[in-house]
């Protein structure tokens, strides 16, 4: 898939650098820290699911937003991950904190194993094998319904999910104090992965695959480890959601749950990793009210927001913010941004070599030569 | 082998609809090189539409074509508003607006209709032949003559008509086809337009056998891409060919695989198919190779 | 014809390109190129548009991969390594119309040029593991130095896109300097720059090859360039070979002359 390069930024901190960024960041900081203790323990519990939506948002961040490649199945990942944890917790008795790096694991290697095939399918190809996966996997668990529960599903003991002793928290604080934690690390360790040297190759991956490949980047190792760290990332999302809601069926995971966290991740930002945080706020809030009005609406917000928001604002929620932020600060200090944070640009070259392509169309899913292994 | 024949003459005709809806996206894909993620959803409000007309007291046949000729007009001007703006950007843009408007269609559905389950008149009368052994419902073989028919009319239109050709040089290369004369938006508006009147068969046929509700077609979109995708997306037979076939791995995998499948699993089977054979011929069985260096 | 496999057999030179044959559909963009370049030369690559310079580019970076034909580079047989494995056998390339990172910073973008030469993976980059960091660092000193050398400090934290194209080809070729390449394939790299400009680039690529010792190959279209700085010169047409050697001795060349006015029937 190529990328237009337009209002595109890798930005990886907007927050980095300006004093008013990292303020803004302090005063989120300590919001999260102390809502729990002033929010009746319900609203407590939709701030868990917004956290956990926002990790499954970070997912798709890392995959399609920096590498380029797009995810449409991560509510597979997300199903498998809290299974996982459902099955792991209620019938063999494990503790649901170590159910985690489980659900982790089997999703980066489902993650990798789904990325071999994408690696020689691009744009709408792509597209279609991961929609796929998605529409999959809810059929899946109803085919092993002795050992999931189909559609009927699976309830998890509320004591099997109660805060341990130590942490002298309630059910629901300690819940959304896990899930604040793992993304939290999440945003960290993706933070730091794009900073150094194979977040560089990510990000150049996705701008520009045949000067990846020029300059020495394996692309099918880096583009199926890159998916399977944002399938395991979506499993850990999905093994905390069991741990919120303590109940699965494969209802739950329907194919609209996979676009959600894409629309989830384009409202928020898709290059810019803390986007995620705002996709999750808006994946789990905005069905609460649109819902209360009709059932039908947030699916008509969402996709209203999708078109506008790729004609409008590429950058989604967290470029406008950026923005604001950048005007904010110069109205304070008087002095002009840094350059560094500039996102928007007018493109190189629409077609980055247009008269070397190795293969002509996008619709041709054949990657390039180099990228098939040796 | 009469059971073995039942099963793909069942296969068959569950296959016809998803090379109809599949006959839709090759349209809109040779009009404007998009593949169109809000096909199903198109066609599932048609379905409602007609379903809507004939309630009003307009025979079910008639109520079709109208809402054919309406939709005609609807997909021209959803072209008109929706993509052609977006015309020009890069594909992960085009993927995300037809996302969004299959969000869009699929709510505006809901949001008038409901969610109740509706039975959809059946536009064929009841009837049946045997033949050898296998039942043939006059449904089935008047869907599969359909299909075959718009089919070859597709196949027509692209290579023996202007217009056709006109598409083909407005999506390889827009720049000198609009040189040259070619009314570029129009053929993309004709196209969108078209592939919403077979889009409107697909839902009709689609929904007597599905039952008419908002999210009827989800299954049958996935299947219609698996077809287009085997099939070539540029390749009118191959759709018709890569449908018939899903439908008919389906049938046979939930006849002869049920103790591994089971029913909820059958169509993991074509579908696992398409993609293995994506592996070795990126391009589809029918699709032509896009030459490399242009 | 002994004479001619005796030559073919016996040909050397650190750049060895020989017999390279490239079809697209039935047309060949190449057919049947050869020469070689020595270390430390500078080879000018000319010839019409489409007389198969850029296909040659792509081939000896592993891009394409030819129908026939041997390339090696100081002996290494070139076209059995995989596309990705060429930036570490030390070669390194600018393309005609920019390979960048347009959305990365131009200091990412000339880092990157050291990717095949740097190890931290994707453990080491999330857990920020000392060698990762350390590594990191070095070649963040060298790609400023590189920068610095180029005359782009100042755009070390702007990202690519937005500059204007001359830049870019500096900051192409300070990617490709990062790579420490020992063959360095520049595509064009006077286009967009202003005559004075040209002038300056001749004296830096001059200048590098006495420094780090590098061989060049250059398409170019403006002569002035190619004559000024190349030792050799290897004119291609149609995908073939019709000059080859000293700039004087090809000006003087007749098929050449014959190729650029488009009398060659």
Redesign the interface.
Known sequence: MRISLRERGTSVSPFATSPLRTAMMGVLALAAVVLPFVLSSFVTFQLSMALIYAIAALSIVLLTGMNGQIALGHGAFFGLGAYTTAILVQNHGWHFLLTMPVGALLCFVLGVLIGIPALRLRGAYLAVLTLSVAFLFPLVIKRFNDFTGGSSGMTISQDLLDAPEWSGLSRDRFHYFLALLVLMVLLVLTRNLLRGRTGRAIVGIRDNEIAAITVGIHLPTVKTITFGISAAFAGVAGCLYTVTIAFVSSDAFPVQMSINFLIGAVVGGLYNIYGSIIGGLVLEFLPQYSQSLSPSLTAFVYGAALIVILLVMPGGAAALIGKALDGVGRLVSGRRPGSGESTVAVPVSSEPISSESIRSGDDDPVAPAGSSPP | MTYFLQQVVDGVSTGVIYALLGLAMVLI?RAT?I?N?AQGELATIAAFFAWQLNLWGLPIWLAIAATAVIGFGAGAAIERV?IR??AN?????L???T?????????????VWG?TIQAFPDPFPVAAWTVHGVSLSLASVGTIVIVCVVGFLLYQLFHRTRLGLGMRAAISNPESARLSGIDVGRMQMIGWGLAAMVGTLAGALAAPKLFLE?NMM??VL?YA??AV?VGG?DSPLGAVVGGLAIGVTENLAGAYLYDF??N??K??VP?ALV?GI??VR??GLFGR?????? | MLAAMLERVCRVGFLVVDDVVVTFGGVRALDGASFAVEVSQICGLIGPNGAGKTSLFNVISGLYRPDAGRVSLAGQDILALPANGVARAGIARTFQNLGLFASQSVLENVMLGAYHRTRAGFLGGMLRLPAATREGRRIRDEALAILDLLGLGRYADHPAQGLPFGTLKRVELGRALAAHPRLLMLDEPANGLTHGEVAEFGELILQLREELRLTVLLVEHHMGLVMGVSDTVVALNFGRKIAEGTPDEVRQNDDLIAAYLGTAA
């Open positions: 894909f090189g593949i993620f929706v703006p977006v950007k890069d594909h992960f843009t993927i995300m607006v996302l969004g408007l299959f969000m869009i269609t699929n709510a505006v559905t809901g949001l969610y908002p989800l299954g996935t891409f698996a995708i997306l499948v089971g909820d699993l169509i993991a579908l993609f994506l592996l990126p391009q190779r896009a030459v490399a260096r242009a």
